[in-house]
Nanobody, 114 residues
Framework: VQLQASGGGSVQAGGSLTLSCVAS????????MAWYRQAPGTSRELVAA???????NYADSVKGRVTISRDSAQNTVYLQMSSLKPEDTAVYYC?????????WGQGTLVTVSS
């Protein structure tokens, strides 16, 4: 399974970005897809997750500012981010669980300037 993330970039505080991640290489639908992030000097943390039923989970730090969603084919996951803050600056990684195995994308950098 390969995960290709895109959509990162530089924005000013208060701005918006949408990240996308496409899963390929398997006919199975991921049971779980999520976005994590890692800022310099910190450990990777979960930002948002979505399972096949559509149930979602968000980190407290992004609730109300971030929406995770999947397309109808369920092989693409999106992360819509708004009201971005400088502390949202990090490399964002998508992840998926397919047939019990967890996979990671290559990461996309989000930089929020004040």
């Amino acid at each position: 399974v390969q995960l290709q993330a895109s959509g990162g970039g530089s924005v000013q505080a208060g701005g918006s970005l949408t990240l996308s991640c496409v899963a390929s290489g398997s006919t199975l639908i991921p049971s779980f897809m999520a976005w994590y992030r890692q800022a310099p000097g910190t450990s990777r943390e979960l930002v948002a997750a979505i399972i096949r039923s559509g149930r979602t989970n968000y980190a407290d730090s992004v609730k109300g500012r971030v929406t995770i969603s999947r397309d109808s084919a369920q092989n693409t996951v999106y992360l819509q981010m708004s009201s971005l803050k400088p502390e949202d600056t990090a490399v964002y990684y998508c992840s998926a669980i397919v047939d019990g195995d967890k996979y990671w994308g290559q990461g996309t950098l989000v930089t929020v300037s004040s």
